[in-house]
T-cell receptor, first 113, second 111 residues
Framework: DTAVSQTPKYLVTQMGNDKSIKCEQNLGHDTMYWYKQDSKKFLKIMFS???????INETVPNRFSPKSPDKAHLNLHINSLELGDSAVYFC????????????FGDGTRLSIL | QKEVEQNSGPLSVPEGAIASLNCTYS??????FFWYRQYSGKSPELIMFIYSNGDKEDGRFTAQLNKASQYVSLLIRDSQPSDSATYLC???????????FGRGTSLIVHP
């Protein structure tokens, strides 16, 4: 049973398109996260939700919009994709916010042509 | 600005040796410290976490925290080629929801 699952695993698309990435966790955790890992492997937090409420919104272009329909799901929609958006996007969850270890999904590799 | 520093490596050790990975952090109020392992092309996987000064052992892994000197280390005893990966240090400041990750240290264990 996959604890944190993301779809799709790979996403290849053209500049200017709109795309979504979905994430689901079956761990019963209250908190979910989106991270971006660039080509230099730096893992940077983008957003976090706790019980469907946004608690972290880092300096991210407003083309990125997260949505949490319930505490087990956190989706990421990206409008008007740009070349610089190419990266691996990881979803993660933790029992609660703050000082908790995180469980990561397998990642979505986004490539912009 | 909260910073977490790691030597990017690669750190190369022979099989069976002890690998020592270090991480320093800038925020003196930091309270939680995590080590994640990331194999190439895979997602980060939690190895250890530590909240209190001192050592915490789990199998071949030992995390060492020294808050006065603001560093946290990960020791891997009896290193195996399967330990070859990038090790990410993550630090949560007190009261912060935001973990700050270091850029990771690449470890290579050669037979």
């Amino acid at each position: 049973d996959t604890a944190v699952s993301q779809t799709p695993k790979y996403l290849v698309t053209q500049m200017g398109n709109d795309k979504s990435i979905k994430c689901e966790q079956n761990l019963g955790h209250d908190t979910m996260y989106w991270y971006k890992q660039d080509s230099k492997k730096f893992l940077k937090i983008m957003f976090s939700y706790n019980n469907k409420e946004l608690i972290i919104n880092e300096t991210v272009p407003n083309r990125f919009s997260p949505k949490s329909p319930d505490k087990a799901h956190l989706n990421l929609h990206i409008n008007s994709l740009e070349l610089g958006d190419s990266a691996v996007y990881f979803c993660a969850s933790s029992p609660g916010p703050g000082n908790q270890p995180q469980h990561f999904g397998d990642g979505t590799r986004l490539s912009i042509l | 600005q909260k910073e977490v520093e790691q030597n990017s490596g690669p750190l190369s050790v022979p099989e069976g040796a002890i690998a020592s990975l270090n991480c320093t952090y800038s925020d003196r109020g930091s309270q939680s410290f995590f080590w994640y392992r990331q194999y190439s092309g895979k997602s980060p996987e939690l190895i250890m976490f530590i909240y209190s000064n001192g050592d915490k052992e789990d199998g071949r892994f030992t995390a060492q925290l020294n808050k006065a000197s603001q560093y946290v280390s990960l020791l891997i005893r009896d290193s195996q080629p399967s330990d070859s990966a990038t090790y990410l240090c993550a630090v949560n400041a007190g009261g912060s929801y935001i973990p700050t990750f270091g850029r990771g240290t690449s470890l290579i264990v050669h037979p």
